[in-house]
């Protein structure tokens, strides 16, 4: 079963004290009180950087943080133990628990091993440098900390297919092992996408795909959680997933609902990403993220009766995952386009308060990045979370139909009598929009539920009003209650 609403529940800048697992055990009440149904954790396994990696730099995916091996037991976020009760903890309260998994490279190697290799333009890789040669690469896995505990299987040159160091002449590159081609299908980013970083690994190698379908059904079985977050999919051949995923859901009989990372702009290549892996999984909706990102840094000049242009909200609303900013666009990360703070209100209620779509918060913005001096979006995001809940749903009207003043209004369900609202915003000046509701609405007293427009509306016979909107700010007209 697919989650209502996700909370990505870390920020890269989080402290490196092992406390991140036992920090969500105990907020597991709090999220499924203010609304949440899923919750997104980040990277379990033990990184190259040992207590200090994010999880992105994937050293041992049996290493829960067991296992002393790369300066330290734990992970950034604690121990296998305290991951797997976390777990526990989330699912006690309802609510649903994906796993970011990381299939694409591997780093940190245990030793170099001498092999061939063909150096690529990094800015196309379909051109080669040179003559090629003799380089030591970083290959060779043996993880002597977990000494074959779970699997005895050890990585070496011939389960990938390039790298980007050379250790003998110490130089940075794209090196191509020899015998090895790029995978076929995949983002065609630089000429072909399938290299990112570190040991990528070669989805076209037997041993490695039977590998990753044990190592999924061991973690599936330990862990027992209920989907994925996929990492860095444009990297891996496109067809992959429908394999491993089906692969799991078949050994669990779980249906295993997954949402694949494809960071592009271009509505296209989601969309062509989707067909391609037989719809297994769901996308995050990355135009978006951007026409929000434009909006909030165009002083009231976007047009905003486009804002769901060219997403994948619009265009395959079952398959969006709707979101505002993640790990990767905070500041100072290597895709930093963040969402000024200002507009943050307008756009958790884009995702949170329309039908279409499974947003998905940031945690940077539900409890705010230290870090950085950002804090949290505050209680109108809190607000809006338990309004997506209880009072924004039934069939959905859209106005988008102003240059600056945009609304929609939902009309309810009738087995929930406080359910119905209207929701207007602008980036520009304020305003007032009518907007209908519904007879069943008429003569209903209605206020802000974010308190940003003082007073009372009264509807008129046929479900209408005309609801008031400050400028740059957003307002949820709904039922008065005693």
């Known amino acids: 079963m697919e989650p209502k609403t996700l909370i990505q529940y870390f920020e890269w800048y989080l402290p490196d004290d092992a406390g991140h697992w036992k920090r969500a055990a105990e907020d597991a009440r709090h999220l499924r009180q203010d609304g949440f149904t899923g919750v997104w954790l980040p990277p379990a396994y033990k990184g190259a950087q040992g207590v200090h990696d994010v999880g992105y730099g994937v050293y041992d995916l049996y ?22 009760a976390a777990i526990c903890a989330l699912q006690k309260e ?42 030591s690469a970083w290959t060779r896995f043996t993880f002597p900390g977990r000494g074959g505990r779970y699997s005895d299987f050890q990585w070496n040159h011939t389960h990938f297919d390039g790298v980007d160091w050379d250790e003998r002449a110490r130089r940075k590159g794209v090196f191509q092992l020899d015998g090895k081609n790029w995978e076929g299908e995949v983002d065609d980013e630089n000429g072909n996408y399938d290299y990112l970083m570190g040991a990528d690994l070669d989805m076209n190698n037997p ?14 079985a330990l862990t027992g959680v209920d989907g994925f977050r996929l990492d860095a999919v444009k990297h891996i051949q496109f067809t992959f997933f429908l394999h491993w995923l089906e692969n799991l859901r078949t050994v669990s009989g779980k249906p295993l609902w997954s949402v694949g990372e494809y960071w592009s702009p271009e509505l296209a290549d989601l969309t062509h990403y989707l067909d391609s892996c037989g719809q297994t999984m769901s996308l995050f909706d990355v135009p978006l993220h951007f026409n929000l990102m434009k ?67 940031f945690y ?3 409890y705010g990045i230290p870090h950085d001096g950002i804090g949290a979006v505050g209680p109108q995001l809190n607000t809006m979370l338990r309004l997506r809940r209880d009072v924004a749903l039934g069939e959905q009207i859209d106005y988008l139909d102003d240059f600056n003043i945009i609304g929609w209004t939902r009309t309810g369900e009738e087995n929930k009598p406080a359910s119905g609202c209207a929701v207007i915003l602008s980036d520009g000046p304020g305003g007032q929009k009518e907007m209908c509701l519904g007879a069943r609405f008429a003569g209903k007293h209605f206020v802000d539920l974010l308190g940003n427009c003082p007073g009372e509306l009264v509807l008129d016979d046929t479900g209408s009003a005309c609801f008031a909107v400050n400028g740059g700010s957003v307002s949820v007209w709904a039922e008065k209650q005693p």
Not at 63 to 84: A, M, N
Not at 100 to 119: K, P, T, W, Y
Not at 207 to 220: I, N, P, T
């Open 295 to 361: 909006a909030s840094s165009s002083q009231g000049n976007f047009d905003m009766r486009r804002i769901f242009e060219g997403t994948l909200v619009e265009a395959r609303p079952k398959r969006a995952v709707t979101f505002v900013d993640n790990h990767d666009t905070q500041p100072g990360q290597a895709l930093q386009s963040w969402v000024q703070g200002w507009f943050k209100p307008l756009a958790y209620a884009l995702i949170l308060l329309r039908r279409d779509g499974i947003p998905c918060v």
């Open 94 to 135: 309802g609510l649903q628990v994906f796993a970011d998994i990381v299939l694409n490279h591997r780093m940190g190697a245990d030793a170099c091993e001498e092999v061939s290799a063909q150096g690529d333009d990094p800015g196309d890789r379909r051109k080669k440098l040179g003559a090629g040669g003799q380089i």
């Open 63 to 84: 290493d829960l943080g067991e296992f002393e091996q790369k300066g330290t037991i734990p992970t950034k976020y604690g121990t296998r133990d305290e991951y797997l």
């Open 207 to 220: 041993e490695v795909l039977a590998e990753l379908d044990r190592w999924g059904a061991w973690y599936l």
């Open 364 to 366: 940077g913005d539900y």
